[in-house]
């Protein structure tokens, strides 16, 4: 079985930062891409930032200059979200996602149970 758990996600003033960390771990094959997504209360799950298994990244506009996605492509599996900079439109359940193999045959979309961060005005 695949799991992916998040941490690092809390109670932040505005201007503020966080990091949070996603650790993927079971029988795993390879990682392609991983990324944050985040689900705002009433509002859909939007993409925050991806990195591939090269370290390309790609974030949306809405946290450009203020983010930064790493992944650690040793064993532990691990990608960081470095969060400056904070506002309260961040605020939100931010998910980890993992397009990932476990058999080196296909490739799946894996999701973790998400970390709350709340920015205060």
């Known amino acids: 079985q695949v799991q992916l758990v998040e941490s690092g996600g809390g109670l932040v003033q505005a201007g503020g930062s966080l990091r949070l960390s996603c650790t993927a771990s079971g029988n795993i094959v390879s990682i392609s891409v991983m990324g944050w997504y985040r689900q705002a209360p009433g509002k859909q799950r939007e993409l925050v930032a991806t990195?591939?298994?090269?370290?390309?990244?790609?974030y949306a506009d809405s946290v450009k200059g203020r983010f930064t996605i790493s992944r650690d492509n040793s064993a532990k599996n691990t990608m960081y979200l470095q969060m400056n900079s904070l506002k309260p439109d961040d605020t939100a359940v931010y998910y980890c996602?993992?397009?990932?193999?476990?058999?080196?045959?296909?490739?799946?979309?894996?999701w973790g149970q998400g970390t709350q961060v709340t920015v205060s005005s």
């Open positions: 990195v591939t298994a090269g370290s390309s990244t790609n």
């Open positions: 996602n993992a397009y990932l193999s476990t058999d080196w045959r296909a490739l799946q979309y894996y």
